[in-house]
T-cell receptor, first 115, second 113 residues
Framework: DAMVIQNPRYQVTQFGKPVTLSCSQT?????MYWYQQKSSQAPKLLFH???????NEADTPDNFQSRRPNTSFCFLDIRSPGLGDAAMYLC??????????????FGNGTRLTVT | AQTVTQSQPEMSVQEAETVTLSCTYD???????LFWYKQPPSRQMILVIR??????QNATENRFSVNFQKAAKSFSLKISDSQLGDAAMYFC??????????FGAGTRLTVKP
């Protein structure tokens, strides 16, 4: 089945130690997103890729970076995690049709703990 | 910037009964799409239903239907014949043509047997 896969499901890192979260998709969608979701809150968009074009949200901290080496893979790098970065990180994809009609398809998320 | 507001942090419904979850949004755009997503505990976010703003007819998917009031910028979700498996966080979302999808704060739905 075509899907969005996030690895790992759970990630523990130390304060200040760089960490990378991974996302892959078999849907061949051209748009990929990273959302941060804290407990019982709305997912917050960090950035998205339209093909290889990177679109950063204005309030996304510089501590968060992303890479998309090809259509299938996208990575979220947190350069120096703080305690406030502990959250669920959701990867999503969509097929751009020139409108907003296409829904987002989400992975299972990676829960990040910072110790 | 577009905002999405869900004013009900929590709702509960008796099994087999009907419940309505509220959502309002703010936008200056005329062409956009609205979505309801379901997020069960520790599970993946999945699409429940979608509404195109240019369509007057309310979307329906089996037991799920919406009441879309474009002038009032309101987009509520009705769940009929509620089932235990409907228990989840429900997020209302707005998307325009710029690829961003904005979510409301969510409503936690409890289904009582």
């Amino acid at each position: 089945d075509a899907m969005v896969i996030q690895n790992p499901r759970y990630q523990v890192t130390q304060f200040g130690k760089p960490v990378t979260l991974s996302c892959s998709q078999t849907l061949n969608h051209n748009v990929m997103y990273w959302y941060q979701q804290k407990s019982s809150q709305a997912p917050k968009l960090l950035f998205h890729y339209y093909d290889k074009d990177f679109n950063n949200e204005a309030d996304t901290p510089d501590n968060f970076q992303s890479r998309r080496p090809n259509t299938s893979f996208c990575f979220l790098d947190i350069r120096s995690p703080g305690l406030g970065d502990a959250a669920m990180y959701l990867c999503a994809t969509s097929r751009d049709t020139g409108t907003g009609r296409s829904p987002l398809h989400f992975g299972n998320g990676t829960r990040l703990t910072v110790t | 910037a577009q905002t999405v507001t869900q004013s009900q942090p929590e709702m509960s419904v008796q099994e087999a009964e009907t419940v309505t979850l509220s959502c309002t949004y703010d936008t200056s755009e005329s062409d956009y799409y609205l979505f309801w997503y379901k997020q069960p505990p520790s599970r993946q976010m999945i699409l429940v239903i979608r509404q195109e703003a240019y369509k007057q007819q309310n979307a329906t998917e089996n037991r799920f239907s919406v009441n879309f009031q474009k002038a009032a910028k309101s987009f509520s979700l009705k769940i009929s014949d509620s089932q235990l498996g409907d228990a989840a966080m429900y997020f209302c979302a707005y998307r325009s043509n710029n690829n961003d999808m904005r979510f409301g704060a969510g409503t936690r739905l409890t289904v009582k047997p």
